[in-house]
């Protein structure tokens, strides 16, 4: 592992140095995932002869609430998340997200922007079935050592803010060499480990509206035997509900599919229902039924199919018990 | 080509020589000698290369050693209680015997210092949520727990006093 490390002092400084260096070079914001990453040579990374670290850049770190937006700089800490009393008091469901990821000093280093733009977890490209002779499709090869017959990679998503995010209509601010644009969450995602951002482009923050009072939320993890770790399904939902009646529903998921996926079908079965056993229970199982799981080492796709039809089942019910934002 | 590094570590101002690609671990062991940092898995799942740096408990395998410029860090090495002693946690690791091999012990009673000095009432319930990044090949779990709750009442008793 031998790289240049350079450290910009503004964003547009540090577009100017990804420009420079193109493939070379690599954003460092937290180092969780890029570390460790390139400690295990991961195919993608073992041309990167330059990491541009981003955690000076002032501002990008910031967590603001104005004009009924809520704002969340792409280097804010996750353990900042899961801490800050504005997210705990506007925004729950984000906190609950960051607060399961890892263990407590990896929070304490990694960011929202580094886990929306994480690497993949697959263990045949990034773990312990790591044995192929040639590189598999996420490696710039042409096959896949999770699914054989595959046309390309497979890897399931684990990217645990997103389901939240996308819950809430959340937009990423980036910014690029032309300037900024704004990328709604569900479209940030493109394939596994890839995200819609160009190479000289860097995601700056994440916004979304305000919860207004009434809106439950609730996110649930489950990892391979229950302990901390990477996610076998994660899902987040956001409810509206009006007395009994369920008005509007978010509901989206990670490890059941290559990215983060908004569950639309299953939200349309609460839409306009009581939030009745048999209306939660049918949820779950159109929710499972938009999932498209693989076995991958971590978890069978059966089994990550029923996990997101539990998961599911249980964070509408957790979401409906929620006392939502008082006032 | 190797940059200077400015950083504060176990309260003694230090300026070292390091390449950029190295790590905070690999500096502090091999530039410091100080060898109470581990290097386990150097992917961040293990937890023995803990050190604190600025008050947070901080993995130093995935730190880069530049990123370290004009911090604060404090390894096991640097603990101590406020008479110049054993610090409260390593007092009760000894009277709880909670080690075996060892290895894990300088991250285990970091990470528990980070979190009494982040909350000095922590429950049992907490000290395990805390610690479960840090991984104990020998299994000694259950003394560990003890001991940090153990030194949690200790160190609530001193400063009452």
């Known amino acids: 592992m031998k790289f240049e490390y350079l450290v910009p002092r503004t964003v547009a400084e540090a577009i100017g140095l990804l420009r420079q260096y193109g493939g070379q070079a690599k954003v460092i914001a937290g180092g969780t995932d890029l570390m460790s990453g390139m400690r295990q040579k991961l195919t993608r990374l073992r041309g990167v002869k330059y990491l541009v ?79 192929g002779p040639a590189p598999c499709y996420h490696g710039g090869g042409a096959v896949c050592y999770a699914v054989s017959g595959a046309g390309s990679c497979q890897a399931m998503a684990t990217n645990e803010l997103a389901p939240a995010l996308i819950c809430l209509d959340a937009e990423a601010r980036v910014a690029g060499s032309d300037g900024e644009r704004i990328i709604p969450m569900e479209d940030f995602f493109i394939e596994p480990g890839d995200t819609s951002l160009a190479a000289n482009e860097i995601l700056t923050e994440v916004k979304f509206s305000s919860p207004s009072s009434g809106r439950r939320v609730a996110y649930l993890k489950h990892t391979y035997m229950g302990i901390p770790g990477i996610a076998v399904v994660g899902v987040a939902a956001v409810l509206v509900v009006d007395g009994v009646i369920c008005q ?30 048999a209306v939660i229970s ?46 | 080509m190797k940059q200077v590094l400015n950083l504060r570590v176990n309260g003694l101002h230090k300026q070292l020589y390091v390449e950029p690609y190295w790590t905070l671990d690999k500096t502090l062991r091999e530039e410091l000698g100080l060898m109470g940092v581990k290097t386990g898995c150097a992917t961040g799942a293990c937890g ?36 110049g002693g054993l610090h409260p946690l390593q007092q009760a690791f000894i009277d709880h015997f909670a080690f075996q091999c060892g290895y894990c012990t300088p991250a285990m009673i970091l990470t528990a210092k980070a979190l009494l000095d982040e909350n000095p009432e922590a429950t049992e319930q907490e000290i395990k949520e805390y610690l479960s990044g840090n991984l104990c090949r020998c299994t000694g779990y259950v003394k560990i727990v003890e001991a940090v709750l153990d030194a949690r009442d200790k160190m609530k008793q001193g400063s009452r006093e």
């Open chain 2, 48 to 83: 023995t290369c803990t050190v604190i740096v600025d008050g947070r408990a901080i993995r130093s395998c995935l730190f880069p050693a530049l990123r370290a410029e004009g911090r604060d860090i404090l390894t096991i090495e640097g603990l101590q209680g406020e008479d």
């Open chain 1, 282 to 327: 049918r949820c779950g199982e159109v929710a499972a039924r938009e999932a498209h799981p693989v076995s991958d080492g971590r978890a069978s796709a059966q089994y990550r199919r029923s996990m997101v039809k539990v998961l599911t089942r249980r964070v509408i019910t957790q979401a409906a018990a929620d006392r939502g934002i008082q006032g």
């Open chain 1, 248 to 277: 509007d529903a978010r509901i989206a998921f990670i490890g059941g599919s290559t990215k983060p996926l908004r569950a639309h079908k299953a939200e349309e079965v609460l839409r306009g229902d009581r939030l009745s056993d």
């Open chain 1, 53 to 131: 670290d981003i955690a000076n850049i002032s501002g990008l770190g910031s967590l603001r609430e104005e004009q009924g937006q809520l704002g969340i700089g792409a280097l804010a800490t996750l353990r900042t998340l899961e801490r800050s009393p504005l997210m705990r008091e506007k925004c729950s469901l984000v906190a609950q997200a960051a607060s399961q990821v890892g263990s407590v000093a990896i929070r304490n280093a990694a960011t929202l922007g580094g886990n929306l733009c994480q690497e993949t977890k697959c263990l045949h490209y990034a773990g312990i079935y790591r044995w």
